[in-house]
């Protein structure tokens, strides 16, 4: 994962925790990272696949198991092992969404969890919240 992508990652799920604090949200830590082959082969052998999103939010809602959240920026594409992941989950009955702004989370996830109102905690491109 590159940087970029590793600070809009964590901004979402900041803003996510502030406004679901009793909802689940996790990384699955997959790919994308320079890995020596010792290691890339042990994280292989402990179950790591390639193209599983970045994001999951255990709670099932609107007919589906949850929903997996890929992380991109807005000029990155999927690759094709995670179109084909997708594809996979989606047919598993999970939704899978592909997120490139904090307001396309945002709107992902309030579509799918229900609108919450604790506070304004969009996280800021520098990371610090609204005040």
């Known amino acids: 994962m590159k940087h970029d992508e590793s600070v809009f990652q964590a901004q979402c799920v900041e803003w996510y ?5 009793d909802m689940i949200i ?3 830590p997959n790919g994308g990272y320079k890995l020596s ?3 890339a082969y042990r994280f292989k052998a402990m179950g790591v ?7 999951f939010v255990p709670h099932a809602r609107n007919g ?3 929903m997996f ?10 690759t094709r092992e995670q179109d084909e992941m997708h594809a996979v989950l989606k047919e598993e ?13 945002i709107r992902t996830v309030q579509e799918y969890l229900g609108r919450r109102h604790f506070r304004d905690a969009t996280p800021l491109r520098d990371g610090k919240e609204n005040q």
């Open 64 to 66: 589906y198991n949850g």
């Open 69 to 78: 959240i890929e992380i991109k920026l807005p000029t990155t594409r999927a």
């Open 17 to 21: 925790r502030l406004q679901y604090p």
């Open 37 to 39: 082959a010792q290691l």
């Open 26 to 28: 996790f990384a699955i």
């Open 93 to 105: 009955n999970f939704r899978v969404e592909i997120c490139r702004t904090i307001d396309e989370f």
């Open 49 to 55: 696949l390639k193209g599983v999103p970045d994001l």
